[in-house]
């Protein structure tokens, strides 16, 4: 059973439900992984959703913040969810497929500004986090999943527009990299895109506070899709949708998409 899988952070589900809606009906990714909804459940637009053909959803929500929710037209149960680092946030959902696929939705922390968790406490939430993503791998070796979502942490020298001016910058330091690289490790996960496309800059996420980020291309790749090794061979097809990114009233991340041969 081939699907399409694409992960985006939407920076507000309700706010941007017409550039989803238009996603759906362009792309038409069998399966879409949505975070920062900021939005509790029973506000999400499911029904703008249903009624392009996405009859399945799972998700978890908060008012204003967080919140992380997967759409599917395939038939998906709740897999459910962990929380991590004591923060009681809504960063993780979990949904399994009729086949078995177990499909991991993360949000991790963005850690603010300054990468000093002694002088940030968000910063020290982030690597706490990572660390307990590292630890329930250990726990429970995940096996026919897929983990997908905005890792908030651009990990390679060509994951980011600059590796030098950005070591000191939340999101590429060494700490955070490592932090990611062990949570990796623990379930074994293939980075998909990289394996689909291994050289070169790829970024998924500009700022808004560069009014001409297309063209100064000032961009991290912040969003991933990882999978066990069991069925990493099974994926391809990778690619960033970087136009989305210049939509009208746009989130400041592209959606990511990955083809799977299950």
């Excluded at 960063?91 to 000093?116: C, K, M, Q, S, W």
């Excluded at 726990?139 to 950005?166: C, F, M, Y």
Aim: net charge negative.
């Amino acid at each position: 059973m081939p699907f399409t899988l694409a992960t985006w952070n939407i920076n507000s589900v309700r706010l941007r439900q017409g550039i989803v809606a238009d996603l759906m009906t362009q792309e038409a990714p069998d399966i879409l992984c949505l975070q920062e909804c900021k939005s509790p459940v029973d506000k999400i637009p499911f029904d703008v959703f249903e009624a392009l053909g996405y009859a399945h959803m799972v998700a978890r929500g908060q008012k204003g913040y967080n919140g992380v929710a997967i759409l599917s037209k395939l038939p998906m149960e709740e897999a459910g969810s962990h929380e991590f680092a004591g923060l009681d946030h809504a960063r993780h959902i979990a949904g399994r497929l009729e086949n078995g696929v177990t499909i991991h939705n993360f949000y991790v922390p963005a850690g603010g500004d300054e990468p000093d968790r002694d002088k940030n406490i968000k910063f020290g939430q982030k690597l706490d986090y990572l660390t307990d993503m590292r630890d329930w791998a250990h726990r429970d070796t995940p096996r026919k999943s897929i983990l997908v979502g905005d890792l908030n942490i651009a990990p390679r020298e060509d994951d980011v527009w600059s590796h030098k001016q950005l070591l000191k910058v939340v999101s590429h330091t060494p700490i955070e990299v490592e932090h990611l690289a062990q949570a990796q490790e623990a379930g074994k996960w293939v980075d998909i895109t990289r394996q689909d496309i291994p050289d070169g800059p790829l970024f998924s996420w500009w700022s808004y506070r560069s009014p001409n980020w297309d063209e100064s291309d000032k961009g991290r790749r912040l969003d991933h899709i990882w999978a066990t090794p069991d069925i990493s061979n099974a994926a391809h097809g990778s690619r960033v949708l970087r136009h989305v990114r210049g939509w009208e009233k746009p989130s400041d991340h592209a959606p990511v998409l990955a083809t799977f041969d299950l």
